[in-house]
């Protein structure tokens, strides 16, 4: 019987090789040329958290094992053809966003919140630097439990730290693989050093973020002391969802799919239609407007993306084709 061959765990990706967690001991392997010949969406043929396969001789990577989740969002630069893969085989996913400093951005949290929802990945978002202003962590909080989020809210000044809700998003950490994902100067970094000691990751102030330079460079996956693995990444400027078609979209907004039964098409895709249930939702301020904004921009893109011709992506086609009533 032939011996099975070693196989490993991608903790980072570097521009030749990969460095793996192979039995224990970390290694760093290139990667054999057949994985970046076969065609894919993909704009890399691996990533971070990946389970991979080695050659005969323990020295490159061969083959990349099925994945059991992924978090993906649409390449820079590359329209709708390539997904950029920022963790694979994940069990959680911790959207990070400061009050203020930098300020709260709406769109960007929901597209992560779209992306993990549409892999079934349960998501929290932790609010940061709740000290900056209590009453707008409070209206935020309440705009995504009408989501089913579940909504952290965090502060690691010295003499207010918010240690019950650190203490709970180190047991999430220690019992999931995570990534922690947000803007640039969101406080992951100085949230992660708070909940791990001895993780000791490097916090930027904001006027270094400010000129274009990350804290974080790369990402990376990190065994943490008790169990458990986070991905700390780089900060994002934006989250553009890959390849969604339009009846699916509101599927990725729990509070607007569940108006669906009361709108009077059963193909509404809550923009400007007759009898459209989201409307009253919003006006009982049961739809968060930031939430429904981020929808309807969302809802262009994937109009535009559906209809080639369209020269203005960012514009929603009203209607949506002919719908029938129930």
Not at 114 to 124: G, H, L, V
Not at 196 to 203: D, M, Y
């Amino acid at each position: 019987m032939q011996p099975s061959l070693p196989q490993g765990l991608v903790l980072r990706i570097d521009a030749k090789v990969c460095h793996v967690e192979v039995d224990g001991e970390r290694r760093q392997l290139p990667l054999a040329g057949k994985l970046f010949e076969a065609r894919s969406h993909e704009k890399r043929p691996l990533a971070v958290g990946d389970r991979v396969v080695l050659d005969a001789t323990g020295k490159a990577i061969d083959q990349v094992l099925p994945r059991s989740s992924q978090l993906h969002r649409r390449a820079a630069s590359e329209g709708e053809e390539e997904a950029q893969v920022l963790a694979a085989n994940l069990t959680h996913v911790i959207a990070v966003a400061s009050v203020s400093s930098p300020p709260f951005q709406p769109e960007l949290v929901d597209g992560i919140l779209a992306a993990a929802q549409r892999e079934r990945i349960p998501c929290s978002l932790v609010l940061t630097k709740v000290d900056l202003d209590a009453d707008l962590a409070q209206r935020w909080a309440r705009i995504y439990a009408h989501a089913n989020v579940r909504v952290l809210m965090t502060c690691t000044v010295p003499g207010q730290t918010t240690q019950d809700t650190l203490d709970e998003i180190g047991l999430l950490l220690h019992q999931n693989r995570s990534v922690v994902i947000g803007l640039s100067g969101a406080g992951k970094s100085s949230l992660l050093n708070a909940i791990v000691p001895g993780v000791k990751l490097r916090i930027g102030d904001l006027n270094h973020i400010r000129q274009g330079r990350h804290t974080t460079t790369h990402t990376e996956l990190l065994a943490l002391p008790g169990g458990g693995h986070v991905l700390d990444t780089p900060g994002i400027r934006n989250f553009h969802l890959f390849c969604v078609g339009s009846q699916e979209l509101q599927f990725l907004f729990p509070e607007i799919a569940a108006k669906l039964p009361e709108c009077e098409y059963r193909s509404c895709l809550h923009d400007g239609e007759q009898n459209c249930a989201v409307k009253g939702a919003l006006a009982k301020a049961e739809i968060g407007e930031s939430r429904y904004r981020s929808y309807r921009t969302m809802l262009g893109d994937a109009l535009a993306a559906e209809r080639p011709q369209s020269k203005d992506k960012r514009t929603p086609v009203r209607g949506g084709g002919r719908r029938r009533p129930r």
